[in-house]
């Protein structure tokens, strides 16, 4: 299955994740990685939810939900989002929220799922992400997975009061 390896499970976003999401969106600390500066409600959150079944084609974004197997303990998203269908790319990102459930190969695993369902299934050129200084465990990640910086922005991301540098990643298809 293409969206299952490594004891993970990718699956759509079911109205009984809400309480994860609203828990996960309101996190603070993930912000400046997201570049959210509000809160998320409820209300937007289950909108959301809703019209989550309409195509890649129509929302330009996909959000799976990370389970892991055989329990289903869902752990984090993966998203694909800004997917551009004329020049055929999209960014990427990922989200183990516990911190907990870090550093235990499921963010591996689900961006070789994505990976392979953007290049194989949706025909995707590329992927890109973006990542901050000093976030040594994504800028591994993606590059263990093949993603090379093609961009660096100095002092592009305002933190509290302070700006940090960004790199844009990207990994280009092999197929022709």
């Not at 500066?37 to 084609?57: G, M």
């Not at 997975?145 to 093609?150: A, D, N, P, Q």
Request: with cysteine.
């Amino acid at each position: 299955m293409i969206l299952e390896n490594d004891g993970i499970r990718l699956r759509a976003v079911e109205p009984e994740d809400l309480e994860l999401l609203y828990k996960w969106e309101n996190e603070e600390a993930d912000w400046k990685s997201s570049t959210t500066l509000v809160p998320y409600s409820k209300y937007i959150l289950k909108k959301y939810i809703a019209s989550s079944h309409r195509s890649l084609y129509e929302t330009c974004q996909l959000r799976l939900m990370i389970d892991v197997l055989p329990d289903d303990r869902t752990v984090g998203t993966v998203d694909l989002f800004e997917f551009d269908h004329y020049h055929m790319r999209a960014g990427v990102g990922i989200l183990i929220a516990d911190p907990n459930e870090r550093k235990k190969g499921y963010a591996s695993a689900a961006l070789d799922c994505i990976i392979k369902y953007a290049f194989d299934t949706i025909g995707l050129h590329q992927l890109w992400c973006n990542i901050l200084e000093g976030n040594n465990e994504s800028m591994n990640l993606f590059r263990h997975h093949g993603f090379e910086v093609c961009a660096t922005r100095k002092e592009w991301i305002r933190v509290s009061n302070r700006f940090e540098t960004e790199y844009t990643l990207q990994l280009i298809s092999k197929a022709k």
